[in-house]
């Protein structure tokens, strides 16, 4: 275990924002090297939407399987050994399959809706379906309400993120991001706490625009980041200039972000204090000091289980490196020092 | 906070169908009319703190200052565009929502279009109330919070409305309210406004002066 602040000397509590696949494999990293029982997750749900009638989430599903160890490995998404019989019987109705659910994803998908449907608030449905699959950790969604995402492209027309992604393969013809809903959104149930009590922050290496971006936009997220003591350590999603997976680059060229290191960095900049970027970005870590920010430079390619526990455990050294003085709650403002 | 925010598009640009049957001038001066007709109408529902008229027309802008109303006066990005853009602008006041009307539903009555508010305010964030217009599309659309999903006015623009609430998961309930059944678009629609007993009052002298009638 890696030793950081923590109010009862134990083991730091961590707060993790997270995405999809990116998030997921960093997050199979770090449950190797924290216990679970101090994690919470706090996933995107901006991405969720109705298919079928059914209440797709597939970030919080992504991290599910990830982290029951059920995911399909090559995809990244969905379920290995998965089979997609209904997709296939649907499409032969005449509905639209741009959006592959497999038999048993959608077992989960079904789930989801009857019980919000019986009134289940999404955090406790989201509770279920991990505990279903045997995952220790907590896994919060961002909040309970619909919130989602739009992609603006170019000429103005607004898109659902999936339907951007999914259906339409992510075209370069990104204007803007939309995160209006997001932003009027309440908190699920127990993100505030989660994040007021957590020794370390960290904001997994997801897409900085629509995965971390709808979290911190929810109402109230943000302040309770910067009135939280915590260190937040945000670890890089682009390597050598390149997401990993996903259209990271496309959504942050489109808000006018530069697609590098320093680029996130100087993105997550007001409300991070600590950043983890790859050693092939080494030439840009004076820059990303110069934003303000202390840096880890290392190899953060996930290739296996074992380079996430790797990457996670440099994130949390860096974390324990920083600490916060003088935080308030009252103010929301941020305060804080950069320790050696 | 809840904005009421009305489009209406470039007088020169707007209307060619009606241009037709009434000249230029008699298309402009209805489509002032009609504008004058939905800001009254939205002046007398309980629960908006702004009407935004949004419209890359100088003139237009300054109709609607005179009528009561905020003029958001820009650039023509497209329809859908510009009402988005509104919502943004509008800022605080649109805070708890939007109540879209389209500049020429003249008809509109205040009581229908609190009907719409209220049936949003039942419904809890995040939700869509939609009136359709006769012709496929969408007389008036309320939205908390507004962006939940995005503007797609135009033609066939009431499906086009329930298909992003349903892949949005979002709540859509559909209010079939007389008063905001015609949009004043062609020949035809006139007609079928005028056949109305009541409403649009200044949109009916327009015509009136113009020689419109009933049956005309």
Sequence with gaps: MIAGPSVDGGAPRVVALAGGVGAARFLAGLVRVVDSARITIVGNTGDDCDLYGVHVAPDLDIVTYTLAGRVDREKGYGLAGDSFATVEALGALGHPTWFRLGDRDLATCLHRTLRLREGAGLAAVTDEVRRAYHVAVRILPMSESRCPTYVVLRGGRRVHFEEYLARDGAPDEVEDVDLGAAEAAAPAPGVLDAIGTADVILVCPSNPVVSIGPIVAVRGVREAIAASRAPVVAVSPIIGGAPVKGPADRLLRGIGVEVSARGVAGFYRDWVDGYVMDQRDAAQQRDVEALGLAVRVTDTVMRNPEAAERLASEALRLASTLTRVGSSSSDGERDHELGS | ?216
Excluded at chain 2, 75 to 86: C, F, K, M, W, Y
Excluded at chain 2, 154 to 162: E, F, I, L, T, V
């Design chain 2, 1 to 216: 906070m809840t904005a009421a925010i009305v489009p209406v598009k470039h007088l020169a640009a707007g209307k060619s169908r009606l241009a037709k049957a009434l000249g230029r001038e008699g298309a402009e001066r209805l489509a002032l009319a009609m504008l004058e007709d939905v800001v009254a109408a939205l002046r007398g529902v309980r629960g908006l703190d702004a009407i935004g008229v949004v419209t890359p027309d100088p003139a237009v802008a300054e109709a609607a200052e005179h009528a009561g109303a905020r003029a958001l006066l820009g650039t023509d990005p497209g329809l859908n565009e510009s009402i988005d853009r509104a919502a943004r602008d509008l800022g605080d006041a649109a805070h708890d929502g939007t109540l879209v009307v389209l500049g020429d539903v003249a008809g509109a009555r205040a009581a229908d279009l609190e009907a719409m508010l209220a049936a949003l305010a039942r419904a809890g964030a995040p939700a869509v109330v939609l009136a359709p217009a006769r012709d496929g599309g969408t007389a008036a659309l309320a939205r908390n919070p507004h962006a939940v999903i995005p503007s797609r006015f135009g033609a066939d623009s009431a499906n086009a409305h329930r298909q992003a609430a349903r892949i949005a998961g979002v709540t859509l309930i559909e209010l079939r309210l007389p008063s905001l059944a015609i949009d004043l678009d062609d020949e035809d629609s006139l007609r079928a406004f005028l056949a109305t007993p009541d409403g649009g009052e200044h949109t009916r002298a327009a015509l009136h002066a113009l020689g419109i009638e009933i049956g005309a």
